[in-house]
């Protein structure tokens, strides 16, 4: 399809891109946020009412550039929940002013927009330049406390890591174009099932756009950025990190090496074992020692990135089902639990985890809400982390892979210790002060709805398993 | 539609802990009214459970069954037999007294109460659940709570134990998740209904069947719990306050007696005959080796909760008997070890609310003080330490019997362990209630009334069921036939 | 056949759950309840005993116990001349026992409770001889057992008392742990545990044997027996009225009655019943040379118990099944005579030591002569009830040609008439050795005394006698020689004939005052190591069992520096090694954070030098 | 001519001082230098192969093209995230930018 | 201007005997050799002005390669962006951040002799890979260079999408950086 005809298959970017320039001019002339905030939100809600209408006739777009299908729409529709919970969640982020409010905004949906596009990107080339588009403004917004030298150093060190990563990953696309002269999956894809890519130089290029992917994901060893940006970087911008560059590198590393190169892939598979275990366990190992809670959800979060990571060796439909399942939750559960920690340290101005002691007392709910975040995180029933473990170690099974179940199941009780930590200084241990803060009403909606999410994603799986199931490649 | 019974038993309360979180924090007798009823209501429809079973029958009855996750074969599947109703019943027997019994809990009422409703539905939907799914997650519900109320209402090492609670029964668990996918996937068509599977599970070849064995041995043996995974048990126990610890003594260690009887030995045939002689070995260890331990304490709590390890060990000799005197006796034994030892938990509270210890070594002559008391603790005492007459005789010697058919030396060691058994708990009532008045206690109180009401109606299932064990082996018996014909036991 | 036998327990059993929750409002009238039930159930007793001698014997099911998977047990009741025999003793003398006991225990706070007990212990004995299997037996003799530990620490307050509750309880457990084995060997081997299908089971002899030594365990241990007899002496601690009727009359006999009820199980293999008689020999033996040098007034009456069970015990075990049985009724009543003898005159004097009394016959007439009744019947002295049963026990031992028992038998039978005179010169005759107000007991205590003098002369003829002249010739000479050399030493050289034999003998006369180092052999050898045992398992437990797996808690617990890690893993050592390891690699990880991204980097690197490394070597 | 592979170490070659710079250079702008060599290494490559591929619509040079865009971009935004620590930590080197760590 | 200097150049060079080829050749490996050079000049210089400079230099020599690959719209691209704008930017970036002493200490950090094992290793790796390689290529002669025409075509029509898409990440990096650079005083 040529551009032209791409266009109104394409509105739902189109839209989000015009609202996100609409929000930079608007954000000179309007100085309060929660209007601006409100203005993205719709424009998130038109996005989403119109993408079914964009799927209508889906295919590839933009002269193959993009492939809209039904997988590449659930991920749009996952980055669009993360984009609007993150809106939700930076409204009522204290550190932040009403000053730059139109530009962070407007980098919020420009990411949104670049993950969108590169979830239904069907060509490296797209890929790559969508994923730099997803990182380019992730540093800047990682860098946003423009005064504060956490945030800076953070984003700096997470710019260092990504450029080269993403620059090691453009080299290994440069060896797959020379291999195949082309960079659309679909007929690299083609070329592969014909049997013409058992080179050795065809594995090593695949590796090292696995290499670039796993920097989005988080994987060992390229997870060594992520406690350093997860903790300096603004809390909403945080749960941003936490959750849509993964969900958005896992769809990726699906489409790519399950979809397209998957004749190729099955020589990989055990080093993705290796780094899944090595992932989970050096992840949860870490985070059991730690004291920022942002740095120990940091930790956890490349720990899920290895359970997820499960789903993605066995590479069976019901792998990849998990995966994306998991994903959602992952979503809910991450960004609920950090929109907590933005609640907690809009009143105590610390995410020190002994801070939190005694808060079950100071705020009930609040400490509720955290304490079945982190329960859905360690996998306990019935919330939704639960049933994505469930899925992915029943992938696991499903296919033999009895070492990487069991290193999941073990991992999983390793990672009970860090996170009941968390809930132990909430419900048993005194507060140190009784302040109560007003909260604001955007986070209490952004909670709401994970919290919601998390509850009946765990008991009422079936909807989502049916959207999950009829959204498979 | 009949009625949904087993749905109320599980829900009801879960559902007075949700209206409960609506309550002011400060109506603590609103609170507690409404923990009290519901806990009621459902000891009286698990009563409506009991005598509304058919015990001739021995399919599953008051069967429940909705589709729950179509995608993986999940369904909702509730359904109650010879095997569970007694555990059903002891359940809601002992999560209405000890709600009763806590009463004396004086902080966090609100928050207690949610707790403990929640966990009563947990332990209620694992002995009702017939899918392998369903049944994990109720599973697992049971630790949350649990974790709570050792953690904030416990004793002074709460985090510790609780922590450690959780950590060690999650732990076995999700090696039981593993096993409960290795059985979905190798059952065609894939189910996770315990029935199908047990009626056609023997397709399994033996080797796998041991390694999905051992995975369910994890969850079950660190629940039950069996040697070398008891030592949470004390810990928990000593930490606990009194009605968690009667629930947990009296309900959570049956939940794992319960998974080797309702999942391990009619799914997995082969390999539960494969390890006949190690559970006979363990349950010998758990019973000699406990009766040790428990001898050396100088903590009452400590000591009876080792004792647990100790009685729990003739249900593993009852179960490896594969024998139909052995599966009724470690059935039986585990109802009575929940009554007997709930009780006893019952009186170390009653004691401990009073003095404020539990040092064996500071009690002394408390009989002359307390002579309701003492009656009452000799009782449970006796009973524990299996005296004919009262229920734990009978379950153990039903145990013993069975173990004596298949593994005649290890029975005979088992039964020296009754001696020590007796030694420790004589021990202690000297050390408690005789000799002379320690002058300390000079003013200590008997037990209330209220204290009695919620060991009255315990002491009467003991004696009742010492007297007359046929009140509860009806129900229990055919079912077992039923599992033993199953799986190819001796009826002996 | 009589079918009401199974109603005699039963009014007991309601006595006591009467006593036991209305007891406080009761007070004394709670011993007419437990009387009356008494009254009742030897009322049926009697009628089962006539009625039996008329209709013949058998037993009936009553109800049905257990039943599962196609097993079954029922429990029944016996009727036959031994059951019959023994409801009669056990009514008669538990009724008039507890008609002593309203005087006895008169003042005590907590007298319906001890009423109560008593019904229980009632019912269960009756419950224990009418069984006709082996579970209902077995709980009904734990179901004595307990009462018999409930009355002895009746007076817990005492430490003594409370100990030897224990130690009873304890020692017959392990008894009855043998009584236990037996009883499911032998439904292992043979699917049935009814005392009527003994006679013939069909199973090897070895096995038999096997499984009637261990019953016979459960004998010992109960009738206190050697080497379980350590328990019986410590019993006295409890009041004089149970020590009558538990630990003289009724319960220690349990353990004769049930080896005489299993006797077809004894009788099919010879072995097994040479154990009997031998264990009975020694027991007697022993019991009796410490009788005689023992100084407590109950505490004598109790090795005296002791070595009449043995006696028994050896009857049976010689085959001699008649006179076994026989002398069970006979002792039951004169023993129960003695003590009631014993508590009148302790009640009188406020001690037990017999070497603090004295010519108390003129200050307690009734007492003092019905204690003589009981000595003579004791020491044989015809026509007296003992001298019939142990003269037939004499003649059996003879008869069935087993002349080193027989020998042992009549030196006991000596010892016994000398040390039943001991005590009676010593507390009834000469003068008083110390301060006593003495007074005689109320008739409430006496008419109880006076019925049971009565059983004791007159027992002795319930059943035809067989007169063999020789052997009762032989019979009253010991008797005579006993009750003589106590006379010589007691009353003629009082005092003056027994310090020289004593410090002539001083090594037997220590070893058998310290009752043969029986108990201080128990201690040493079984419950200090047991104890040590319970303590190595708790340590074990708690730091083996417990640490090995203790990486979780560590894990939680722990928190901070590499610092404070590192003096932890030297002061805890290997215990928690695998805990410190993890920890350990917690660390280290952590530090690969360094903040420094060029470390980050290098890292990534490396890890991805390393995957093109295996796709390298393993790709070709 | 130029054998193809000859134009491919000069990129490989470029790769590995970039990867080497990136790795050892003590301040923030000496790494992003670096990391501008790698991407001239890969567009070497892109260039390299679409002439020995040839192909009507030239992909890898336009491949190229964008890359260079891009890093333009990039390199922007490093010097801003250089100039936000310098302002905030008054300091370039990466060794003492460790405020955030284990 | 360059073809031209080549083809005389090669005229002279076969007047000497050697072949037409040699002086390409001969200018491609000088080239990529200096590129080399000032490559490694860019890492290794202790003074980060000079290492500025060398980047430059490299990047003028790696626009000179894309000659020899028919690309001479992308050399002359290279040159704008990379010397003219790039280069200029990290000049005013050292300048800004750097005091003078700053500028010739020690570049290098400790982990030298690791990182350059590392990259070794990787370069020889990636030689390796690259010899054995089965490059796709075009029958001999039919590859042909786009034009500048083919290029512009191009970017209007099949790659549309990421041409449009590039100039929102533009946008968003001229954004950003003006956000985070311009910080008022506190």
């Not at chain 3, 590192?566 to 280290?588: E, H, K, P, Q, R």
Request: with cysteine.
């Amino acid at each position: 399809m040529n551009v032209a005809e791409s266009v109104k298959f394409f509105l739902p970017e189109l839209i989000l891109a015009a609202s996100a320039v609409a929000v930079l001019i608007g954000g000179l002339f309007v100085k309060k946020r929660a209007v601006l905030g409100a203005f993205c939100l719709a424009a998130i809600l038109l996005s989403i009412l119109c993408m079914p209408h964009s799927y209508e006739a889906a295919g590839p777009l933009f002269s193959n550039m993009l492939l809209n299908d039904t997988f590449s729409e659930f991920f749009k529709e996952i980055s669009l929940l993360v984009i609007g919970l993150v809106i939700l969640v930076s409204l009522g982020y204290r550190p932040f002013s009403d000053e730059d409010a139109g530009e962070y905004y407007f980098l919020l949906l420009a990411a949104a927009v670049a993950m969108m596009v590169a979830a239904s990107s069907n060509n490296l080339m797209m890929i790559y330049i969508s994923l730099e588009a997803i990182s380019l403004v992730s540093y800047m917004l990682t860098a946003f406390l423009k005064r504060n030298p956490f945030s800076s150093e953070a984003a700096l060190k997470y710019f260092l890591f990504g450029a080269l990563a993403t620059g090691v990953m453009l080299y290994g696309i440069s060896f797959i174009y020379g291999l195949f002269g082309t960079t659309d999956l679909s007929a690299i894809s083609g070329a592969i099932n014909a049997g013409g890519a058992n080179s050795l130089a065809a594995a090593v290029a695949l590796l090292l756009v696995f290499a670039g992917l796993s920097f989005k994901c988080a994987l060992v060893p390229f997870h060594m950025w992520v406690p350093d940006a997860y903790q300096g970087a603004p809390t909403p911008i945080t749960a941003f990190l936490s959750a849509g560059p993964k969900a958005i590198g896992f769809a990726i590393l699906v489409r790519v090496f399950l979809k397209n190169f998957f004749p190729m892939f099955t020589g990989w598979a055990d080093i993705a074992q290796v780094v899944a275990i090595i992932t989970m366990t050096a992840g949860n190992i870490i985070a059991i020692n730690q004291e920022d809670i942002k740095r120990m959800l940091g930790y956890s979060s490349i720990a899920q990135a290895g359970y997820i990571l499960i789903g993605f060796v066995v590479g069976t439909s019901l792998g990849i089902q998990a995966i994306m399942y998991y994903l959602l939750a992952y979503v809910l559960m991450n960004i609920g639990a950090f929109g907590c920690v933005v609640l907690v340290s809009n009143s105590i101005k610390s995410d020190h985890i002994e801070e939190y002691s005694g808060l079950s007392k100071r705020e009930p709910v609040l400490a509720f809400m955290l304490t079945v975040f982190l329960l859905s995180l360690a996998g306990i029933p019935p919330l939704a982390g639960f049933f994505g473990k469930f899925l992915v170690f029943a992938a696991a099974i499903q296919s033999k892979y009895y070492m990487l179940a069991v290193a999941g199941v073990i991992n999983s009780v390793l990672a009970v210790f860090y996170y009941v930590k968390v809930v132990k200084f909430m419900y048993l241990n005194e507060p140190h002060t009784m302040v109560r803060e007003p909260k604001p009403l955007s986070v209490k909606l952004a909670l709401v709805i994970a919290f919601i999410g998390v509850l009946a994603a765990g008991l009422f799986p079936v909807p989502f398993l049916r959207w999950i199931g009829s959204s498979l490649l | 539609m009949p009625f949904p019974l087993l749905s109320s038993v599980i829900f009801l309360p879960l559902l007075a802990g949700l209206l409960i979180l609506f309550v002011p924090k400060d109506r603590t007798g609103l609170i507690k009214g409404i923990a009290t009823a519901a806990t009621g209501i459902t000891l009286l429809l698990a009563v409506a459970a009991v005598l509304g079973f058919d015990y001739n029958e021995a399919a599953m009855q008051f069967v429940e069954k909705v589709s729950w996750i179509p995608q993986v074969n999940i369904n909702y599947h509730l359904g109650i037999d010879g095997i569970s109703i007694g555990l059903v019943f002891l359940t809601a027997l002992l999560g209405f007294l000890a709600c009763i019994g806590s009463y004396g809990i004086k902080e966090r009422q609100k928050e207690y109460y949610f707790l403990y409703l929640l966990l009563n539905t947990g332990m209620l939907g694992t002995f009702l659940s017939l899918d392998l799914f369903l049944f994990y997650v109720f599973w697992e519900i049971v630790l949350v709570p649990m974790y709570f109320l050792i953690g904030i209402w416990g004793g002074p090492r709460r985090e510790y134990a609780a922590i450690k609670f959780f950590i060690y029964t999650l732990a076995g668990s999700v090696f039981m998740l593993l096993s409960i996918l290795a059985l979905y996937f190798t059952s065609s068509p894939h189910t996770f209904n315990m029935l199908e599977l047990a009626s056609s599970g023997s397709g399994l070849a033996k080797g796998l069947q041991i390694m999905v064995f051992i995975g369910f041995y994890l969850g079950f043996a660190i629940k039950v719990p069996v040697f070398p995974f008891h030592t949470w048990l004390p810990d928990a126990h000593v930490e606990a306050p009194t009605p968690i610890s009667v629930l947990l003594a009296g309900v959570l260690l049956k939940m794992g007696g319960y998974g080797f009887f309702r999942i391990s030995y009619p799914i997995l045939k082969d390999a539960a005959v494969y390890f006949a002689l190690p559970f006979a070995v363990l349950g010998l260890i758990n019973i000699v080796y406990g009766a040790f331990v428990a001898m050396a304490q100088t903590d009452f709590k400590k000591m009876v909760a080792y004792s647990s390890v100790s009685h729990m060990g003739f249900v593993m000799l009852g179960l490896a008997s594969m024998t139909v005197t052995g599966f009724n006796g470690a059935l039986l034994q585990m109802f009575n070890h929940g009554v007997i030892t709930g009780g006893m938990f019952l009186l170390v509270g009653v004691l401990y609310d009073r003095a404020h210890t539990r040092d064996l070594g500071k009690f002394g002559g408390l009989g002359t003080k307390m002579p309701v008391y003492s009656g009452v603790l000799i009782v449970f005492t006796l009973a524990s330490l299996g005296l004919p007459g009262l229920s734990g005789f009978v379950s153990e010697f039903m145990s013993l019997m069975g173990g004596f058919i298949s593994f005649r030396l290890i029975t005979i060691i088992s039964v020296l362990g009754i001696v020590i058994t007796a030694g420790y708990f004589l021990y202690m009532i000297q050390r408690v209630l005789l000799g002379p008045l320690n002058n300390t206690w000079a003013g200590i109180a008997d037990i209330n009334k209220r204290e009695l009401f919620t060991l009255v109606p315990l002491m009467a299932v003991v004696i009742a069921i010492g007297v007359y064990p046929l009140l509860i082996l009806n129900y229990q018996s055919v079912a077992i036939t039923e599992l033993i014909r199953n799986i190819g036991g001796l009826f002996l | 056949m009589v079918r009401y036998a199974h109603l005699i327990p039963l009014f007991p059993f309601a006595a006591f759950a009467v006593n036991i929750l209305f007891g406080r409002r009761l007070r004394k009238a709670s011993a007419l309840v437990s009387i009356g039930a008494s009254f009742i159930s030897l009322a049926i007793a009697a009628v089962t005993f006539i009625g039996n001698a008329r209709c013949g014997e058998g037993s009936y099911m009553v109800g049905r116990w257990l039943s599962f998977g196609g097993i079954s047990l029922d429990f029944g009741v016996t009727v036959d001349p031994l059951s019959c025999m023994m409801l009669m003793v056990v009514t008669v003398v538990g009724t008039l026992i507890q008609i002593y006991s309203i005087g006895y225990m008169r003042d005590d706070q907590r007298f319906s409770r001890f009423f109560a007990y008593m019904s229980l212990f009632m019912g269960s004995m009756l419950g224990l001889l009418l069984s006709d299997n082996f579970v209902m037996l077995y709980i009904f003799w734990e179901g004595v057992g307990l009462c018999s530990y409930l009355l002895i620490s009746f007076w817990f307050e005492r430490p003594a008392a409370a100990k030897a509750g224990m130690k009873a309880f304890i020692t017959t457990r392990i008894g009855d742990t043998g009584l236990l084995i037996g009883i499911l060997l032998l439904f292992s081997a043979t699917k049935t545990l009814y005392f009527r299908d003994l006679g013939n089971l069909g199973i090897n002899d070895s096995l038999l044997t096997v499984i009637a030594l261990l019953i016979f365990c459960g004998a010992v241990g109960k009738s206190a027996q050697f080497p379980l007899h350590v328990w019986l002496p410590d019993a006295m601690e409890g009041p004089t009225p149970v020590s009558a009727l538990i630990h003289a009359a009724t319960m220690v006999a349990a353990g004769v009655y049930l080896v005489a009820r299993t006797y077809g199980l004894f009788l099919a293999h010879h072995s097994s019943l040479i154990w009997v008689a031998y264990i009975g020999a020694i027991t007697a033996f022993m019991a009796a040379t410490i009788a005689t040098v023992n100084n407590d007034i109950k505490r004598i009456l109790a090795y005296s118990t002791i070595s009449q069970l043995g006696f028994m015990m050896l009857a049976l075990g010689v085959g001699g099944y008649d006179g076994g049985t026989f002398h069970l009724m006979t002792h039951a009543f004169f023993k129960a005579l003695l003590f009631l003898c014993a508590g009148s005159v302790i009640h009188a004097v406020h001690t037990q030591d017999i070497f603090k009394m004295g010519g108390l016959l003129g200050k307690m007439k009734a007492t003092g002569w019905t204690f003589i009744i009981g000595a003579l019947a004791i020491a044989g002295v015809p026509p007296l009830s003992g001298f019939w049963s142990k003269d037939e026990i004499l003649s059996e031992i003879l008869r069935e040609g087993h002349p080193v028992l027989f020998g042992i038998a009549a030196v006991t039978s000596l010892l016994t008439a000398f040390y039943m005179f001991r005590l009676i010169f010593v507390v009834l005759f000469g003068k008083p050795r110390s301060e006593l107000h003495a007074h005689e007991s109320p008739a409430v205590m006496t008419v109880p005394l006076g019925i049971l003098a009565a059983f004791s002369i007159f027992a002795g003829f319930f059943r035809p006698v067989e007169f063999e002249p020789i052997m009762m010739g032989v019979s009253i000479a010991i008797s005579a020689a006993g009750i003589g050399t106590a006379y010589v030493f007691y009353i003629l050289g009082n005092k003056i004939l027994p310090a020289p034999l004593r410090a002539r003998f001083s090594f037997l006369y220590k070893l058998i005052s310290n009752k043969y180092y029986v108990d201080e052999i128990y201690e040493a050898l079984i419950i200090k190591p047991s104890m040590r045992l319970a303590g190595i398992a708790a340590a074990f437990d708690s730091k083996v069992v417990d640490g090995a797996v203790n990486l979780t808690a560590y894990l939680s617990a722990v928190s901070g520096k590499l610092q404070y890690w590192f003096d932890l893993y030297i002061v805890d050592g290997i215990v928690n090694m695998a805990a410190n390891i993890t920890w350990l690699c917690s660390a280290v990880f952590r530090r690969l954070q360094t903040g420094f991204v060029q470390n980050y980097i290098l890292i990534a690197f490396f890890g991805l030098a390393i995957m093109i490394l295996i796709k390298l070597t393993g790709g070709q | 001519m130029i054998p193809q592979n000859h134009f491919l170490i000069l990129g490989a070659v470029l790769f590995a001082m970039g990867l080497y710079g990136a790795l050892t250079r003590r301040t923030a702008i000496g790494i992003l230098m670096s990391i501008e060599l790698i991407l001239n290494a890969a567009n070497i490559n892109l260039i390299t192969f679409n002439k020995f591929i040839g192909g009507p619509d030239g992909l890898g040079q336009v491949f190229a093209l964008f890359v260079m865009a891009i890093a333009a971009a990039s390199a922007v935004i490093g010097l801003v995230l250089v100039i936000a620590v310098y302002r905030n930590m008054k300091t370039i080197f990466t060794e003492k930018m460790n405020i955030l760590k284990w | 201007m360059m073809n031209g200097l080549i083809r005389q150049l090669s005229d002279i060079v076969s007047n000497y005997g050697l072949p037409r080829d040699f002086v390409v050749q001969a200018s491609f490996y000088v080239i990529a050799g200096l590129a080399c050079v000032f490559a490694f000049g860019v890492v290794a210089m202790r003074n980060i002005f000079h290492c500025a400079v060398s980047l430059a230099l490299c990047l003028f020599c790696i626009a000179g390669v894309y000659l020899f690959l028919n690309a001479e719209f992308l050399a002359v691209v290279q040159i704008l962006i990379y010397v003219g704008a790039i280069v200029t930017l990290f000049i005013f970036a050292i300048m800004l951040t750097s005091n003078i002493e700053d500028r010739s200490i020690r570049q290098a950090n400790r982990q030298v002799l690791v990182s350059a094992a590392v990259a070794a290793a990787i370069l020889s790796f990636f030689i390796f890979i690259i010899i054995g390689a089965p490059w796709k290529t075009a029958a001999e002669g039919t590859a042909t260079a786009p034009g500048l025409e083919d290029i512009g075509r191009a970017l209007m029509s099949a790659y549309a999408l990421p041409f449009e898409f590039i100039s929102l990440i533009l946008l968003a990096a001229l954004v950003g950086a003006i956000v985070i650079g311009k910080a008022k005083k506190q």
